[in-house]
């Protein structure tokens, strides 16, 4: 009786655990609220950068362009941590047959995703970084030359992140996939056992 009544209540507990993954729902509907807002910022810089667009150097056109780029970039990362986070962490995103459905979103895990997310950032760094280099003598002028050493590092240590996530993740679904195959070699061969018994 004391067992069954023990069983009930980790069996509560263990539910309580899986409905915590709702938690982080609003987490999500959070960045879609910060998504519309950035929305907001990019228009306004398209706004200004179109009531400038006679003064500008081409210069400074190409950083208002890149600050767009930028933007967009941003974007395509809240979408990734939004729509992945939730498909894999909260709950399942039925959207097979659906015709919109993004490529990247097919067989989708948590070690695809860092690699994507670290992908993204590595990309935005660069573009922070061309930003930096487009407007050289400024960012002199501005900042010391430590400074955009320091952003140099900062965007390989992004891509050598991207990279290291990519190769352990490779050789991870290597080993499960090795794995996999041999449990099916064992069940075909015990199958087949059966049969010649038989």
């Known amino acids: 009786m004391a067992n069954t009544g023990l069983k009930k209540l980790e069996e509560f507990f263990e539910g309580f655990v899986f ?24 228009f306004e810089e398209l706004l200004h950068l179109f009531h400038e667009m006679f003064t500008l150097s081409e210069t400074k056109m190409m950083l208002s362009i890149l600050g767009l780029v930028d933007i967009s970039m941003v974007m395509n990362l809240v979408v990734m941590v939004t729509i992945g986070g939730y498909s894999i962490f909260t709950s399942r995103i039925d959207v097979d047959m659906h015709e919109d459905k993004p490529l990247w979103l097919e067989d989708l ?43 140099i590092v900062i965007h390989m240590v992004f891509i050598v992140s991207a990279l290291l996530l990519s190769q352990t993740e490779k050789i991870t679904h ?10 099916t070699e064992h069940e075909e061969g015990e199958e087949g056992e059966k049969k010649e018994e038989h």
Do not use: C, M, N
Request: hydrophobic content about 50%; cysteine-free.
């Open 19 to 42: 409905w915590g993954r709702w938690v982080q729902a609003p987490l999500y509907g959070g960045l879609i609220i910060g998504a519309f807002i950035y929305l907001v910022k990019f």
């Open 109 to 151: 895990d948590a070690g695809q995703l860092k690699i994507k997310l670290a992908t993204s950032l590595a990309s935005i760094s660069g573009v922070q970084l061309l930003k930096t280099f487009i407007d050289y003598r400024d960012a002199v002028q501005k900042a010391s030359s430590e400074g955009i050493i320091i952003e």
């Open 174 to 183: 290597s080993y499960l996939h090795g794995k996999h195959a041999l449990v």
